[in-house]
């Protein structure tokens, strides 16, 4: 179902988030409620990206405000690269029919996951949720436009929760499939920093909603991962799996309560015209 056919004014969007994952820790959240589920355009997040930001919604797109923080936008918007990221035949017979970067009221993204403001508690090097966050708070307030979209990078790995309780980002927490696969780590440990991981998000999450006025804003992902599932973990496009296909649908509301005033000297650039 691609988000658009839905009403809603802002749209968090949750990288990689199971629907178990959510229910787990809905209890911790007072904004979570009721968690419905949607079936995903995609599997992976550049499928879901230009499946799901076509010409076919060119209308509302262009009054959307968009911040992700996920490299796939800029390789599809401004790189135009196309699925399959991974090419397993000689010829490529997709044929997308995805918007330009201009046709949407505003943008902006990380570039290769990178946290371009380099406020990311200590891994500039990668994209943290305080960095969508406090872009989203800025755009809520500074845009006059009629809806926001938010992507998160959480709880998708590496797993910057633990890391930052650490002060440390391993290899198990940079490379935690593998990590498991090799034995280096138990299921568990696995699931518990995967879990960490989405209470990050979920944490900004809550510092978002209050500070944007937006009478229906929902929480969603863009695909959901793989925890052994057919012996697979991880995400890959194209594979329609219900543990990648169906995400969860949670409708709440915000207000701004003006609890965080974001660094002024970082401004959004003007409408795109």
Partial sequence: MNIYSRDWDALIVLDGCRVDALKEVASEYDFIRDIDIIWSVGSASHEWTVKTFTKEYEDEIRE?????????????FEQRIMPPYEYTIPVDLSSWNVVGPNDFYYTEWTKNHRDPYSESRGFPELASA?????RAILAGREQDCDRLIVQYYQPHRPFLAEAMETEELTEEMYYPFESHKEDRITFDELWRSYIDNLRYGLDNVELLLKNLDADKVVITADHGELMGELGLYGHKEGLPHPALKKVPWVETTATDQRTVEPNPELKYKEKHV
Avoid at 70 to 76: C, Y
């Fill in 64 to 76: 959307t405000a968009m911040i992700m923080a996920n490299a796939f936008a800029d390789r599809v």
């Fill in 130 to 134: 305080e960095y969508p966050t406090e």
